[in-house]
């Protein structure tokens, strides 16, 4: 199954095809419940998005909502929409579960991802709009801090097409604003394509040094908008080695 582009995602529109519980249902000291999800798919026809396959183990489910204290808890999920394959764990700060269903734009989450992860930024368009600055399929594994105005990673590994691999660490700021996104990238030792980079983040300007060079393997940092940002890293290029503290 495959996501369409019809238009944006609106909740309200969005609705359950199959569902299928598992018995175990535990009630735990302050009212607190614990569920398994076994197996759900659900769709938006409005936009076309769809969601073949979802697993979840759910922890601290209350049965009466605190905006100041809830903590919804995934042990273990697994999620696959038409275009991403998704799978590890997740802590959602200050909502329940339908509050993530009802207002996923505020939200708070610490994720972690398993090797092996794909995601496709088509997805992000749903509920981001068609302006978010980056296009395609990735692969990526690692640990993310996600609030409405940034998105923290640490050891991250994350791979473009075949010839891109990327670790360390990439915090986006204002990320649903394309103008105003800046990124810091503290950035271990990474082999990148350029061709590659750039059909991700076609926005991406590259230093005038850079537009000769196919291939190169880096570390160190980046800071700055797409189109504006400043280096200090050092780089071995098909052209060379090359040290930049721009």
């Known amino acids: 199954i495959d996501s369409t582009d019809k238009g944006r995602f609106i909740i309200e529109n969005f609705k359950l095809k199959d569902l299928n519980l598992e018995t175990s249902l535990l009630l735990r000291p302050g009212n607190v419940l614990e569920l398994s999800l076994w197996s759900l798919s659900a769709e938006e026809a409005y936009s076309g998005f769809t969601l073949p396959y979802l697993t979840m183990d759910l922890k601290n489910l209350p049965q009466r ?12 999920f697994k999620l696959r929409t038409g ?5 590890g764990s997740a802590n959602f700060d200050r909502m329940g579960l339908f509050d993530l269903l009802k207002r996923p734009k505020e939200l708070e989450a610490e994720v972690q991802l ?13 509920i981001l709009g068609e302006n ?5 399929k990735i692969q990526l594994a690692g640990t993310a801090f996600i609030n409405p ?10 791979g473009l097409g075949k010839n891109t691999l990327i670790a360390g660490k990439i915090d986006l700021f204002n990320y649903t604003q394309v103008k105003n996104l800046n990124l810091n990238a503290d950035l271990q030792k990474s082999r990148i394509s350029l ?3 750039q059909e991700i983040l076609p926005l991406l300007g590259l230093p005038n040094f850079l537009k000769p060079v196919d291939q190169l393997e880096l570390e160190g940092t980046i800071e700055g908008s797409l189109d504006d940002f400043f280096v200090d890293i050092g780089m071995d290029t098909d052209l060379g080695r090359i040290v930049a503290d721009l």
């Open 195 to 197: 061709g590659e980079l």
């Open 132 to 136: 978010f600055p980056a296009k395609g």
């Open 83 to 87: 275009r991403s394959n998704l799978s």
């Open 114 to 126: 398993d090797r092996g992860c794909t995601f496709d930024f088509y997805d992000c368009q749903y």
């Open 65 to 76: 909502v605190n905006p100041n204290k809830n903590r919804l808890q995934i042990d273990r």
């Open 149 to 158: 105005k940034q998105i923290l990673t640490r050891n991250l590994i994350l």
